[in-house]
T-cell receptor, first 112, second 113 residues
């Protein structure tokens, strides 16, 4: 069983479109995250939810909106996609702060 | 703010060579420290961790010791294999950060037969 799964794995879309990435974890963790990995492999946190509540919101454009319908799911919706949004987006989860995070396989988003 | 600095790559080694990847950090308090590995085309996997000073994390022949006096968490492996070729990330999580991971820039390791 996959612990943290995200879909789709690849996403190619045109500028200006709106797209969503879904993430689910079956580990029973109470905290979920979105990270962005740029073309140089640098990883930076975008958002974090704990028990469906937003607790971390790094400096991310308003076009990015996370939603957590329950503590096992954290989706990422992106409006008006721009070329600079092209990256790999990783979902992750952890049980408690300071514990290790488990990552999904990533979604490679390409905006053309 | 918190930060992690790790040696730049790529690091190219022959099989069975000794690997060291340096990692130093800046953080308030006592962060937890991690090494993650990313194989080509895959997500991140936790390689090892340490949660307090002098702890040694180990897994798959890799080791790293939490050194508070030098604020370091260097990764070592005594004899690398071709299958160890990957990007390695050092990361920390501070006590008040809700599990947010601050990553280093990553070090690509290439092991040749």
């Amino acid at each position: 069983d996959t612990a943290v799964s995200q879909t789709p794995k690849y996403l190619v879309t045109q500028m200006g479109n709106d797209k969503s990435i879904k993430c689910e974890q079956n580990l029973g963790h109470d905290t979920m995250y979105w990270y962005k990995q740029d073309s140089k492999k640098f990883l930076k946190i975008m958002f974090s939810y704990n028990n469906k509540e937003l607790i971390i919101n790094e400096t991310v454009p308003n076009r990015f909106s996370p939603k957590s319908p329950d503590k096992a799911h954290l989706n990422l919706h992106i409006n008006s996609l721009e070329l600079g949004d092209s990256a790999v987006y990783f979902c992750a989860s952890s049980q408690v702060a300071r514990a290790e995070a488990f990552f999904g396989q990533g979604t490679r988003l390409t905006v053309v | 703010g918190d930060s992690v600095t790790q040696m730049e790559g790529p690091v190219t080694l022959s099989e069975e060579a000794f690997l060291t990847i340096n990692c130093t950090y800046t953080a308030t308090g006592y962060p937890s420290l991690f090494w993650y590995v990313q194989y080509p085309g895959e997500g991140l996997q936790l390689l090892l961790k340490a949660t307090k000073a002098d702890d040694k994390g180990s897994n798959k022949g890799f080791e790293a010791t939490y050194r508070k006096e030098t604020t370091s968490f260097h990764l070592e492996k005594g004899s690398v294999q071709v299958s160890d070729s990957a990007v390695y990330f050092c990361a920390l999580s501070s006590t008040d950060s809700w599990g947010k991971l601050q990553f280093g820039a990553g070090t690509q390791v290439v092991v040749t037969p």
